[in-house]
């Protein structure tokens, strides 16, 4: 009766060394890190166990068959004493059917659903085995580190980047997060390979005021346009020397200033097309500015604030000046009149056939530009696949109206 006793004690123990090496492997280093901070049970032990995943998988499998052997040598010896040796072929299939459910998948399977709970159970065990076998381990970890050097054996290719967006896509499909957030993480991770060109204001959008102009034009470009800062240039607009705010703006007029060039500006910061975003974020953090021009040699390019970059993470911003406009005017039955801010969803609601496949761009403006390469005249018909779009009114060299009309009808 003992020595049965002593087999199923056997698998038993099978079944921990096999849960402890699905449950500790499952666990992502990030969880672990979340656990030490919050002081969980044998937390720095796990966190030990996986500084160095080879000691411990080498220290489990050591356990593992040994526990395993020594099952098999009592299982004989039971099977000889109780049965006679003409069983013994038997007591190896029991045996085996044992160790294979017990032993190897009902432990991994509840291992991996509690995978913390079991590597808090575990972890002191195996540490103290790994003292315990420290000469056979230190041995084996040697031999496993040369053969792996000598095979050249290396990653698959694939960036941490990559693996951190394929874990957020599965936690996603988890539920654990929500879309919105997934896309958010995921925007965020493209800044240190997206240049800024890609996201700019382009020249000809730009609003800007000479520096000889007075104060009270100023003000009106200020109110006209709704923007917080206005660039201010010397004798042509690729001249940028400086950066007004609204609230440079306001805390200057007990000055009584006459033009724009009186007023102490912001100096603007200067990047290249190439410049990264991530790059640019950090620059606008220790500069504390919000605004950067980009050249190319003496030309501007366009500009990027962080009102940009801010959406390039969560998706399109709409300000206080914007929640009660409306953005589009029927002017027919098929045409309409549409402001340059005018998302591509909303133009949707009124002309559902409008840009079906293109999720790319966030504004009206932003589609048409880009159609028409930057260039185009005003009050002139574009023609595209079911519609046409006209520019119908522009300020300070931007086009704030544009008519569509739907062909179709």
Request: with cysteine; proline share 2%; hydrophobic share 45%.
């Amino acid at each position: 009766m003992e020595i049965f006793l002593l087999l199923l004690f056997l698998i038993l123990l099978s079944g921990l060394f096999s849960g402890s090496e699905i449950a500790l492997v499952s666990l992502s280093d990030a969880k672990v890190k979340a656990l030490v901070d919050q002081k969980a049970k044998n937390s720095l032990t796990i966190q030990k166990l996986k500084k160095n995943p080879n000691r411990m998988l080498i220290t489990i499998l050591i356990g593992n068959n040994l526990v395993n052997i020594s099952a098999s040598v009592v299982a004989t010896i039971w099977t000889t004493q109780t049965f006679g040796n003409q069983y013994l072929g038997y007591a190896t299939g029991i045996l085996t059917l044992f160790v294979l459910i017990f032993g190897e998948i009902f432990p991994k399977v509840i291992a991996q659903k509690f995978a913390v709970i079991f590597s808090q159970f575990v972890a002191n065990i195996l540490i103290f085995l790994q003292y315990l076998f420290y000469p056979v381990v230190l041995v084996l970890e040697y031999i496993l580190h040369q053969t792996t050097k000598r095979l050249q054996v290396s990653d698959d290719g694939l960036t941490k980047i990559t693996e951190a967006k394929a874990m957020i896509e599965i936690v996603k499909e988890s539920g654990d997060i929500e879309e919105n957030i997934e896309k958010i993480i995921n925007n965020t991770f493209d800044f240190d390979t997206k240049c800024v060109s890609t996201i700019m204001t382009p020249k000809n959008q730009i609003v800007s005021i000479n520096s000889n102009a007075t104060v009270n034009q100023l003000k009106n470009m200020f109110i006209q346009t709704s923007r917080s800062r206005i660039l201010v240039y010397e004798g042509n607009q690729d001249n940028i020397i400086g950066v007004i705010s609204t609230k440079m703006f306001i805390s200057s007029l007990d000055l009584n200033l006459e033009y724009v060039k009186d007023f102490k500006m912001e100096s603007p910061i200067i990047i290249p097309q190439d410049y990264h975003v991530d790059d640019l974020l950090i620059t606008f953090q220790e500069l504390r500015q919000h605004i950067a021009v980009i050249k190319d040699s003496d030309n501007i390019l366009g500009v990027v604030t962080m009102e940009n970059i801010l959406e390039e993470i969560v998706g399109e911003i709409f300000d206080e000046t914007q929640k009660d406009r409306k953005f589009v005017y029927n002017l027919s039955n098929s045409c309409f009149m549409v402001r340059y801010d005018t998302t591509i969803d909303e133009i949707r609601k009124y002309l559902h056939n409008f840009e079906e496949d293109e999720q790319r761009f966030k504004s009206i403006e932003n589609l048409f530009l880009e159609k028409t390469n930057n260039s185009f005249e005003i009050n002139k018909k574009y023609f595209f696949d079911n519609y046409i779009i006209t520019p119908v009114k522009i300020e300070y060299g931007r086009v704030i109206k544009f008519k569509i009309c739907n062909i179709d009808k």
